[in-house]
């Protein structure tokens, strides 16, 4: 028999919630993934992950790698929450399986086939509202933003007003799964102050009669959840559904605005929509990092992962792992992006990431239809978060045809 030695990992000070990183994380990922399978982080205390192989790994085993502790830097069993823990993304079987199962099945692509109509004309009227006032406009706010908040919340069922909430919460939410620094406490903070207006949301007599959360109101009915973890997964989707779509479709916009040769291939076999968002959450990784914590002793690469220790995995770093990917810097609509982590994998896999996709096809089908090139008229700029990777400018001159 071939015992395995198990070694110290490679330590690091870096800081991956600094401005600096949060800027621009890939050089980091880069020098992370090179110094070893895992890296010790002395600033947080945490065990960090950066290559494909171990990220991939650790999303899968849920048995030794526990969310219900929490998915941010935080152990939730040892720390007050300024919110009730997430139903799905900080669970683990088997409380974890009765409401994935029921949201699961209200957000499969087939069962969103009841929307596909009218988010592609609302896509299409946004557009031509966005190209009748100019050819130079922010991309950010005008396409990103726009789309998903003229079709999430409807999709949901929550009353129109408030809505411009619904984004502040969102950024602060993920601000607050590092609550050590700047961003993460304004994230604790403005959470508490928004949660009042997002509870109100979430219950039966406010929500719509047709639409996501009259769905889980009706599964509650049937007895699959409880009437609480109705309104809980409204809350939950409220949360993870808006923030992160914006960021998917800023980088497939910002792609398309540095590959013009792509969006000519795009333009010539529109059928290529769904495989341009899926590279472009590869390439940028909208979700960029989530925890876990060692439910036991936990054996990762080489390393013995001690019982409670924090987990730090870096999907964008695994997304780009040239290990795993071609060229993997490149945004590129011949790649198969299948088995990229931006979604996550396994059990916690994102449950409304067909929502996401159908979005981003809708309007980028309708980009496609009157626009010939996009250029940058600007710098591009990001907006910090502690988990997101988002955009607060992408300023863009479009040229028709
Ligand atoms: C481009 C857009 C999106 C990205 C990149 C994204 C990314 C992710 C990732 C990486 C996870 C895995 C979390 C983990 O393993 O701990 C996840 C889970 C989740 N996502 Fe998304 N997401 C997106 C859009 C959405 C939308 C539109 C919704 C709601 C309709 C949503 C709801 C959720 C929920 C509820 C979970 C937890 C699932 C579970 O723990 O079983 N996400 N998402």
Redesign the pocket.
Known sequence: MTMLTLADPPASDLDPFSHEMLDNPFPMHAELREAGPVVYLTRYDVYALARYEQVHAS?VNWQQLE?SAG?GLTNLRRTEQFRPP?L??E?DPPR?DAP?RV?GQI?TSRSLRRFRESWFSEAEALVADVLSAGPEFDAVTALAQALPMRV?PDAVGIGTEGRENLLPYGDHQFNAFVPTNDLGRNGEERGSALLPWINAQTSRDALAPVG?GADLAAAADRGDITPGMAAALVR??LS???D??V??ICAVLCAFATHPDQWQRLREDPSLARIAFDEA?RWQ???QT?FRTAAVDVRIGDVAVPEGAKVLMF?ASANRDPRRWDDPDQFDLSRDPSGH?????????????H??RLEAEALLLALARRIRRFDLTGPVKQHHNNTLRAWESIPLRVTLD
Request: glycine fraction near 16%.
């Open positions: 999303l969310s998915v997430s799905l993304l669970a974890h994935r949201l957000l999430f996501f939950t989707m993870a559904g808006i992160t779509t960021g998917g959450v990784s909208p979700l989530f999907l982590v931006g979604f996550g994998m396994g059990i916690h896999q994102c449950v409304g990431q929502v996401a």
